[in-house]
C-alpha cells in the first residue's frame, strides 16, 4: 500500500504542502489553516505533520521525543486535530480535518509540490 | 476576490487609531499591488519635499496579489517609503513568510502614519488590531525582540504561527543605514527605512491571521504550479546551485571576471580559496530554509560558533560575502558570517554598513585620516576590527557614530567624497560596473539607488540564461538594462520573487498570474505595467530634486580602469550609454519622464 513517507530532515519550512492541501480540498482557496498538513517549526527545524484522527490513547501515551539532541513534548507534533490546538479544525465550522490521501494520481497533491524530498510517496 | 483580499489597513500612529480602507479596484488594475501600488498610493499621499523622518512621512507594507496563493515563489511583501540615506523613494523587498501571513491577516497593504508618543508595537493577530506597548523591547537586538514577543503570546501555537518585521538598536537610533529584519535574520533589501520606522517609534508590526485567498481558477493554477516546479527542477541554476548553497555561489562565478570587487572597489588581490563553495560547505553545516512557496529555498541557516556571535544564524550571501566580505578585504567566512549577523541583529544594512566601512578602511590606508583618530584599527583585511566596527555602528558611540550616518557622509565629513563607492547616497552592491557593463548603467539609473535586486542583468550577463551576453561590452545593454527593470517592478507588483528568472523565463509566469487573478495579460502588458511602475518612482524622485544628474557611478568606475587580468585596462562606458537609455525610456536628456511617455502609461503628472 502506498504511504507517504515525511522526512523533516529535508523540510525548507517553505508550506507549498500547505496550500497545495488547502487548493485541492476547498475549491479555488488558499488558506494554511484549511489545511490536513502543516509544517510545525521547532527550533531549527521543521516537521511536516499529516492530520488524524483524535484519540485519548495519543495523550495517554505521551511521552519525550528526542530528536537531534532535543527533548520535544510530544503534543509539538502530534498529529491529532484535539481541542488543545487551533490546527486541524475548520475554523468557521469547527470540523476535524483528517488527511485523506487525496490528489491527482499518482500523487497526493501535498507530494507533487513538495520539491525539497521531505514528504514522498513510497509503496510498503 | 482573486488573488487580493481587497483591504489596506491604515494605522495613525499619533492618535493612535486605525481604519481599514478598501483597495481601489482601478489602481488595482494599473498598478497590479506590492511594489506598484505601494509607491503610487505613497506618491499619491505623501509631498515629495517631505522629510523622511517626520511624522508626516509614511511606511507602507505592500504584499501582491500573488502573494500566499500557492504561486510558486509568492511570498514577496515591499515596504515602500521615502529613504532616509538616499532621499529618493524606497521600495525595499521582504522575502520569508511576513508576507503571505500579513494577507492571512486581511491585509494586501498596511500603511502607517505620524508618531507614537512612546515606543509600540503593532499587532496585527486574528482581526485584532492593537498597539502594544514596546517599551520593555526598545534597545534589544531583533531576534530577541522576536523572541519575546512570541513567548508574550501566552501558547507554542499562536507563537509559531506569528510573524514579525522589527528594527534593531540602529533603526531606533535614526541611523540611515538602518533596515528592518524579519522572520528572525532575514534582512529587508535596502538601507534607509530602519530609521524611518524608528522615527515613528514603531519597533515591530506582528501579523498572525487565517483568512482565505481566492484564486480564479484553481484546477488549471494546481497544473501551471506542477509545471513550473518541474522546469525549476531541470534548469541545473535553480535546481542544483541555489538548492544548495545559495546566492554565495555566484562568488565563484564572479571572483574570476573581476565583477566581485574587493577593498572598496581598488582591484587589489584577494585569494579566492577560502571562499568558494567548498570552503562555504567546511565552515558552516548549511541547512535550507525556504521563503513562502519558494521550490527552491535559497537562504541557508547553519549554527554559527563564533567568539563574538554563537548560535543560530544564516550562511552569509553573495551580498554579504561582497560587501562585508571582499570590499573590505576579508576573506575569512567566519568572520563575515559573524558580521552578517551583527548586521542583521542591529538591524543595519549589510550593503550600507559594509560600504561605509569599506569607505572607512581606504580613508585609512590613504592616510587622510588615521586609527587613532578613528580610534579603531580599521584597515582592509583586519577582521577583528571590522567585527568591532559593526558592534560600535549600532550604539552610536564616537567616531562610530560618524560611520551610521553612512560611506557619502563620511567621506564627505573628512573631505574626500570621491572615495564613496555609490550612488543617491546608497552603497553599491558587490558588482563592479567596469567588469560588468549592463549592470553598471543599472546602477546609475535604479532609482532607488545601486542595488542588484532591481535590475537582475547579471541573469544575461554573467549566467547567460535567456542570451550569453558578454558583461565587457556595452552593445545592447540599455535595452537589456531596461527589461530587466521593468521585470522586476512587475514581479514585485505581484508578489513574485525574482530568483527564479535564472530557471524560468518571464513568460512562463503570465499563465501562472492569469489563472490566479482571472485575468488574460499577455507578457507586454505586464511589462507596461512594469515600466509605469518604473516611471511612477522616477517621477516621484525627480520631484523631490533627484533628477539625472544623479544618475550618475563614482569617478573610480569612469576613470580608473581595472589593472589586470581579465577586462584589464576596461572602464565603466554608463555615460556613453545613458543616452540610448533615456531615449529607450522615453525620458529627456535629464532623466526626466517625457509627457508623451506619462501619457502612453497612462500616469498623469500632476
Redesign the interface.
Known sequence: MPRIKVDHAKC?????CE??C???H?????????ARIRI??D??RYYPVLSGPFVDAACTSKQLIEIGGHKYDMC?FCRASCPE???FIE?ETGIPLKCDFCG?PPAP?CV??C??GALELVED | MNGWVGRCLRVNLTEGKHSIEELVPESREKFLGGRGLGVKVYADEVPPQTDPLSPDNKLIFSSGPLVGTGAVTGASCNVVTKSSLSGTIACAKMRGHFGAEMKYAGFDMIIVEGKAESPVILSIMDDKIRLVSALEYWGRSTSETEDRFKASLGDQWTARETFLATIGPAGERLLPIANIVNDRFLSVGGAGIGAVMGSKNLKAVAVKGQHSLEVSDGNRFVQVVNTMINKLNSSPLTSQSMTQWGTAFLVGLCYPKKILPNNNFLQASVSLKNLGTDALESAFALRSRGCFACPVACIKKTEMKHHIYEGKGMVPTYLAIGSLGLNCGISDLSTIGTASMLCAEAGLDPVAAGGTLATAMELVEKKVTTKDELKIDLQFGNDNSLLEALQLISTKKGHAKRMGQGAKALAESFERPDLFMGVKGMSMAPFDPRAIQGMGLHFATCNYGPHHLYGYTFIDELLGVNENLDPLTTEGKPALVKLYQDTTAVMDSLGLCNWPLMGLKFKNFVPLINSCLGTNYTADDLLSIGERVWNAERLFNVKAGIDGSHDKLPARFTEEPISCGNGEGQVSMVNEMLPEYYSLRGWSGQGVPLAETLKTLELEDS
Do not use: D, F, Q
Request: aromatic content about 6%.
Open positions: 525548507t519550512g517553505c508550506r507549498h496550500i497545495a488547502s487548493l485541492n476547498v475549491a479555488n482557496t488558499a488558506n494554511p489553516r484549511r510545525m517549526k527550533e531549527n509539538a490546538k487551533p490546527y475554523a491527482i497533491s507533487r509540490w520539491n525539497t
